[in-house]
């Protein structure tokens, strides 16, 4: 089959790899259908995620067609068509059991090396390091499930791959975002980053009857889908965050504020230089220069939510201002499994139709292109969708 | 590889000891312990103590010293061999393993001679006093090496028990968790290549497939509660003497259980002051983790994950390197 596969920083290419196989009686084989690139997979084509190896086939965003079931899968039929959670979960552990499915005690076959570096191990992900498994991603024309009876949901076939496809991650980690806020119709919500995970985190925020949310990013169109979507707008090139953030509040501040961008913050000045240079010299793995905003903006006694990702380390976090004006810190892998029902049900309802963050489809074949347009946001890209099949 | 068979290899007395004594509380080994005070451990700490002293006036009165022993004063350079005498005298008092500091003091004999040595060209040594405090060296060093000798052969390694221990949390009761583990056959699902069968005595076969080199015994079960524990200890006391006991707690509020492994086997007897065993034991620990995690994950999903087998564009682009080739 083709896949895209990791060869380095900056370097992903389409090969014709192995087709996958069943190799667990819980596993299944899906045929893929969508697959879409995720602004996390930009963390590893970007260099930034440890452990990768040369060849790794990324994606975790996918959904497509059961074509092979394991002997202990009995509740998928061959020609089902199902939406592949990003996280790989037992149900059966501890964890699982608490709904905690990001945190499944039992998919990551490389444990032992997550606990080395952040001192347990979560889940298994699909195509994102050997740290959370090393298993291969869904950017493939086919991939396989493992825990295929506990992840993949079937999904009605009036719904559109469009529609159901970013179930698989970035609808619930938004939506995760925005329900850790604990929202109320008085409420302010700052979002900081614009891009999917951003988008759908604006979007539920306002679901979740947020009276005002406030979207910041620099890019145009980014900020344009954010109005569209019904937020209030800042481009942090033209306007001071914090002050604008505190005029639009009355001086206190949002009552919750999202990092929606992760260890790849676009930083100004010699803060910026500063980070960039700890980052090359690994002496941090992350560039926290949105969520040191987010937590200086946040009102006393207000909620830090971060669906951003962060792989190890990131330095000057203002502990003080968390400490003193008594933040909350609300972070984590989504548990998708937990959120792919209700969330199904509000596509159904037409409360929301995810598709609308679609900003380009392609081939697989056309991959590497979309990376880089993805990442250095040309085109106005926002969300690339890819057929591979 | 050795220590994949330690690490799932069974058997051992103390711990089967302990089972039974203490409910399963570990003790470590007495092997070591049961050397009670004798001459040698005199001597011995006769030689910390020696090195402390010399070491402190070293440090303290360099200048008086060097006249005293007629080398040229170098305070610095008598400052650092002081500190170097404290440090193994301490190392020699407070370590467990003192052969490879009685080794450390010989090494710092051989110093002090070289440096001695080289006194003698300088103008303002008095050789006499040299001469003699040479012969005081080379008396302390025919000490170092004889007591040396002696406690290396008293730590030998070959003596030596080294115990590793890990714990799980699983979420099954106790029962299920010591049914699954009493079934040797089942020991090839979570112990890596591992093969177990049941002889005729009721004795377990053990074999275990290493790639190179394939390590076979028999063990025997010595203390068994049913649904609490279970110890084990090889009886052909094969290349290396295991022994081992497994328990089954149950957590707080009765969710599930913590599985506790300990396993003890005989040390590897090979040099390089233990560092060799310490290194292995490391490894053994991963190990014996790794494999009380399989055991997790069988006892909890029926299988345990793996990514063995999946595509990658690894062999793709190796391939292709030999074919531009």
């Not at chain 1, 139709?353 to 106005?380: C, W």
């Amino acid at each position: 089959m083709k896949a895209l596969c990791w060869y380095g920083k900056q370097d992903v290419r389409v090969e014709t790899v192995a087709d996958p196989r069943i190799l667990n009686p819980r596993d299944a084989i899906v045929k893929i259908t969508s697959t879409a690139i995720c602004g996390s997979d930009l963390h590893i084509y970007g260099g930034y995620i440890p452990s990768m190896r040369r060849g790794d086939i990324l994606g975790h965003e996918f959904m497509g067609e059961v074509v092979e079931l394991g002997s202990k899968v009995s509740n998928l039929r061959v020609g089902d068509r199902v939406v592949v959670p990003f996280p790989i979960a037992c149900g059966n552990c501890f964890s699982c059991e608490a709904e905690m499915y990001s945190l499944c005690e039992n998919s990551n076959p490389n444990a032992w090396m997550a606990e080395k570096l952040w001192g347990h191990s979560p889940a298994g992900l699909f195509g994102y390091s050997h740290l959370t498994g090393g298993y291969a991603g869904g950017q493939a024309q086919y991939a396989r499930v493992p825990f295929a009876d506990v992840g993949p949901i079937k999904v009605p076939d009036e719904l559109s791959d469009d529609q159901v496809l970013f179930l698989s991650d970035i609808f619930p980690t938004g939506y995760m975002a925005a329900e850790a806020c604990g929202i109320r119709p008085e409420h302010t919500v700052a979002v900081w980053g614009c891009g999917p995970v951003g988008q759908f985190a604006i979007r539920s925020a306002l679901l979740l009857g947020a009276g005002r949310v406030i979207a910041i990013d620099r890019f145009p169109e980014r900020l344009r889908m954010a109005r569209e979507s019904g937020a209030v707008t800042i481009n942090y090139e033209d306007a001071d965050v914090y002050d604008s953030l505190i005029e639009i509040t009355g001086g206190l501040g949002p009552d919750s504020v999202i990092d929606a961008v992760g260890m790849e913050a676009h930083g100004h000045g010699p803060v910026g230089a500063y980070d960039r240079l700890k980052q090359a010299l690994m002496l941090q793995t992350g560039r926290p220069t949105a969520l040191r905003q987010a937590i200086r903006a946040c009102r006393n006694g207000g909620t830090v939510s971060i669906p951003g990702v962060y792989g190890g380390f990131a330095d000057k976090i203002p502990m003080g201002s968390v400490m003193n004006r008594a933040l909350t810190i609300k972070s984590g892998q989504t548990p998708v499994q937990r959120y792919l029902r209700p969330l199904l049900e509000r596509v159904l309802k037409g409360e929301i139709d995810p598709g609308f963050v679609i900003t380009h489809r392609m081939k697989l074949d056309d991959a590497p292109h979309a990376y880089s347009i993805f990442r250095n946001k040309q085109d106005e890209c926002i969300k690339v969708v890819l057929n591979p099949n | 590889m050795i220590l994949q068979e330690m690490t799932y290899a069974p058997a051992g007395e103390s711990a089967t000891e302990n089972v039974a004594r203490n409910g399963g509380q570990p003790q470590s080994n007495g092997i070591i312990e049961s050397h009670s005070e004798s001459g040698l451990e005199t001597a011995t700490k006769t030689l910390g103590w020696f090195s402390i002293a010399l070491g402190a006036v070293e440090f303290l009165f360099p200048k008086r010293l060097a006249r005293m022993i007629g080398t040229p004063p170098k305070p610095l350079t008598m400052r650092l061999m002081g500190l170097r005498e404290i440090g193994v005298g301490l190392g020699i008092l407070a370590s467990e393993r003192k052969a490879g500091w009685i080794k450390a003091r010989v090494a710092g004999d051989a110093i002090d001679l070289a440096m001695l040595k080289s006194s003698f060209d300088s103008r303002r040594a008095n050789r006499i006093r040299l001469g003699g405090t040479v012969a005081g060296v080379v008396a302390v060093t025919a000490a170092d090496v004889i007591y040396a000798r002696k406690v290396a052969a008293k730590e030998a390694p070959g003596e030596r028990r080294i115990r590793v221990e890990a714990s799980m949390a699983v979420n099954k009761p106790p029962a299920d968790c010591y049914e699954f583990w009493r079934d040797a056959g089942n020991f090839s699902k979570f112990m890596k290549n591992v093969e177990a069968t049941r002889t005729n005595g009721g004795q377990t076969h053990l074999k275990v497939r290493t790639g190179l080199v394939t390590f076979e015994w028999d063990a025997e079960i010595t203390e068994e509660i049913p649904n609490e524990a279970i110890s084990w200890r090889c009886v052909n006391r094969a290349k290396f003497a295991n022994s081992g006991s497994v328990r089954f707690e149950p957590r707080l509020n009765a969710r599930g259980t913590n599985v506790r492994l300990a396993v003890e086997y005989d040390s590897l007897g090979v040099g390089l002051g233990g560092a060799a065993d310490a290194f292995l034991k490391t490894i053994s620990r991963h190990q014996a983790r790794e494999n009380l995690r399989r055991f997790k994950s069988v006892m909890e999903c029926g299988e345990f994950p793996v990514t063995q087998g999946q595509p990658s564009g690894h062999q793709t682009c190796a391939t292709r390197k030999e074919a531009v080739r």
